[in-house]
């Protein structure tokens, strides 16, 4: 069966199949944790002393003692068993980006030869997988292979279920044998830790007396695709690099907007339903659904969580996106930009920092002007994201990111904060020395008595900022949709310890020189709205006036591209930042910045060689064959004295022969590695390599729309993203 014959044979089989039958949910309190080793099951579990010390460490981070890890192995393994699971395995987040697993049996002999299980306090706390294949940016040598797993208690275990069996997943760390960072969670916690520590003092020089340890909590809303198997299996470009670097725009896209939030198609739904009920008895609090912008575009999103856990929960909930869909005919997509043309796929962050005894500190409640403790943390973010805008650019930046910031579908590249009318009317007065109140925001009452009247959100919602007040939090909407949230979490967690110690030095010397605490913060807020303000803007971000204005009048960072962002991890302040805090050692730092500039080229890499391969193997032919056709059919009219007109076939002749002199320089560009450094290279990638891609794309989506349909080899737009 050609290409073109197996095209048409799947819209032929999707079509026809047989309707879906949605299925009764099952209750949430019957399934809710049903698979996860949770405080309650543990205080069913283990002795009271146990599971009281098991409490402390998971809602503080206390340590736990060598004794206490025994007794939770133990009852951990009973569990376990009894689910059905003879392995377990320290689950673990290294510097790809995905999760890793070593699987190691409960099953043991004894020197009678006799099969037993086993399962202590020592198996539980470590394990060492091979640490000599995972991305480590030159912190290990060749032939140093160590690699040291531990258990974080603070993250609970779980049983992951599949078709060959169950397996008790224990969330980790992963570290080098000489003790270095190699993974994700380690810096994560670090961070936490630090603005704990920073924040816990700033309290305490607000006169609070009571102070629970503080968390930063997240919620991200994950945005995906969803393509038919049989269309994606058709296109190398979708299993291999994960977006279509070919493809030309259908009739109709998304011009209409009546795919967002419409209904959502039953197929759809009921894979939704299936990948909700695996989150729930994983523990993940699954809270919307519902339809993008973009046709085959959809969205979930959890409840809030501590960041620690939403970190994990984010891994696992992207694994069972991908594998569910397998069950249901489709493949989920997670590239950032997928289909060119249409809005791509985003995970915005909804980050925010509070404790047991204050609640959440980023609330300004219902008079912001009077809660000094919120204006101060939001302070520290305005400061922390004017001083290290680079780095949260850094830490978003890969080569599926780059196709989509920048555009009219996402928030640009240049990193500002949006802070809604009311609270930027605040620190406007605070700038000015004053602090006297704001306006109300007003009832909504739209003269229909069925409605009740409500009270009017402070300000509007801003789309265009990579970095808004939404209410009570921080969205972070510029972060990929295939991207960890770690990373993007440490950056934020970091920048806040460093801004509320440099807050709580300012407001120490303010009371210590006889201030009262109000007159105290307004001066140190004044300082910082002087030094920092310029990074506030609630304009439209994608407006050529305000990439002028940021750039030149307010001195913030354009950074388009991952070359142009990267190196900024090394740039000496942001050294400075993660060292004075204890978050990264220089050493890991650069590790990261040379593991995530070479997954930034290999990524390149890979997409040249298959915009290279695809034209010439799939693309050319196929033009070559409808050539043929137009050939035999013009000599056939010219001998009944038909003229017909040549047109098309100019065309497809200097479409293919203009794609193929690309495709040769495309070739002679990737094999290109005399660079002087890696800086070069990525520029290289994200300048000529780039612009040679998108050339060939160019002449390949031209001839899509001039070859017969029933002739083009590859699955089109207007089929993946409109049959399901």
Avoid at 117 to 128: A, C, H, P, V
Avoid at 308 to 320: C, G, K, P, R
Avoid at 415 to 440: C, H, P, W
Avoid at 625 to 644: F, R
Wanted: charged content about 20%.
């Amino acid at each position: 069966m050609s290409r073109s014959e197996a095209r048409a044979q799947a819209v032929f089989e999707i079509t026809t199949g047989e309707p879906i039958s949605l299925a009764k949910p099952k209750a949430l309190d019957e399934i809710w944790a049903a698979d996860v080793f949770t405080l309650v099951k543990m205080e069913d579990a283990l002795s009271k002393s146990a599971f009281k010390a098991m409490k402390k460490t998971m809602e503080t981070g206390a340590p736990l003692s060598p004794e206490v890890a025994d007794d939770v192995a133990a009852a951990m393994k009973s569990w376990a068993l009894s689910r059905g699971a003879n392995y377990f395995a320290h689950v673990f987040y290294p510097l790809t980006g995905a999760s890793a697993e070593k699987h190691d049996s409960f099953i043991v002999t004894d020197p009678s030869g006799r099969a037993i299980t086993e399962f202590n306090g020592s198996l539980l706390t470590k394990g060492e997988p091979d640490g000599s294949s995972f991305p480590n940016g030159g912190i290990r040598q060749t032939n140093a292979a160590r690699g040291y797993t531990f258990w974080d208690p603070t993250s609970p275990a779980y049983i992951l279920e599949r078709a060959n069996g169950a397996t008790l997943c224990i969330p980790s760390v992963f570290v080098s044998w000489t003790g270095e960072a190699l993974d994700k969670k380690v810096p994560l916690l670090r961070s936490n830790a630090a603005m704990n520590i920073a924040g816990t003092r700033l309290l305490n020089l607000m006169g609070e007396k009571e102070v629970a340890p503080l968390n930063s909590s997240c919620g991200a809303e994950q945005e995906y695709f969803l393509v038919d198997s049989t269309f994606a299996n058709q296109r190398p470009d979708l299993l291999l690099a994960g977006r279509t670097v070919f493809g030309a725009a259908p009739a109709k896209g998304q011009e209409f907007d009546d795919h967002y939030f419409g209904a959502i198609p039953e197929r759809v739904q009921a894979y939704m339903e299936a990948v909700e009920e695996t989150l729930y008895r994983l523990g993940i609090p699954a809270k919307t659904r519902h339809n993008e912008v973009a046709p085959g575009q959809f969205e979930i999103a959890p409840y809030f969580e501590s960041a620690n856990v939403a970190a994990d929960h984010q891994q696992m909930l992207m694994t069972v996106l991908k594998n569910t869909a397998k069950k249901h005919g489709f493949v989920c997509l997670l590239h950032e930009k997928p289909f060119a043309g249409v809005n791509g796929s985003g995970k915005h962050v909804n980050w925010s920092v509070g404790n047991a005894t204050q609640g959440n500190l980023l609330d300004p409640g219902e008079t912001p002007h009077q809660n000094l403790n919120f204006l101060l943390f939001c302070g520290a973010v305005i400061r922390g994201v004017h001083l290290y805008g680079p780095l949260l650019r850094a830490v978003i930046a890969s080569a599926g990111n780059d196709h989509r910031l920048g555009a009219n579908e996402a928030p640009p590249a240049i990193l500002s904060v949006y802070l809604g009318s009311e609270i930027e009317a605040i620190f406007e007065q605070i700038k000015e020395g004053k602090l006297d109140g704001t306006g109300v925001a007003g009832i909504m009452d739209l003269g229909l008595s069925e409605i009740i009247p409500f009270a009017k959100d402070a300000g509007d919602r801003n789309r265009t900022s990579p970095f808004a007040f939404t209410g009570n939090r921080f969205e972070f909407r510029a972060v990929g949709s295939q991207q960890s949230v770690s990373g993007p979490l440490i950056a934020m967690n970091t920048m806040l310890a460093d801004s509320l110690s440099w807050i709580a030095d300012k407001l120490d010397s303010e009371l210590a020189g006889g201030a009262d605490k109000p007159a105290a913060v307004i001066a140190v807020l004044k300082d910082l709205m002087t030094e920092h303000g310029a990074v506030i803007f609630g304009g439209d971000g994608y407006s050529a006036e305000w990439h002028r204005m940021a750039v030149e009048e307010r001195g913030l960072k354009n950074l388009p591209t991952t070359a142009d962002a990267l190196p900024y991890l090394q740039d000496d302040s942001v050294k400075a930042l993660f060292t004075r805090t204890g978050v990264l050692t220089e050493v890991e730092l650069k590790s990261r910045y040379e593991v995530y500039a070479e997954i930034y080229v290999l990524s390149m890499a890979v997409e040249a060689n298959l915009v290279a391969d695809m034209a010439k193997t799939i693309i050319y032919p196929a033009a070559m064959k409808y050539l043929s056709d137009l050939a035999s059919a013009t000599s056939a009219a010219a001998a009944l004295g038909i003229t017909v007109d040549t047109a098309t076939v100019s065309a497809v002749a200097a479409h293919a022969d203009a794609m193929l002199a690309v495709v040769t320089q495309l070739g002679a560009a990737s094999a290109r590695h005399d660079f002087e450094s890696t800086e070069a290279h990525m520029q290289f990638c994200a300048g000529e390599l780039r612009s040679l891609m998108d050339e060939v794309r160019t002449h390949v989506d031209a001839l899509e729309l001039e070859v017969a349909d029933d002739q083009w080899p590859l699955p089109k737009y207007r089929e993946m993203l409109f049959i399901k």
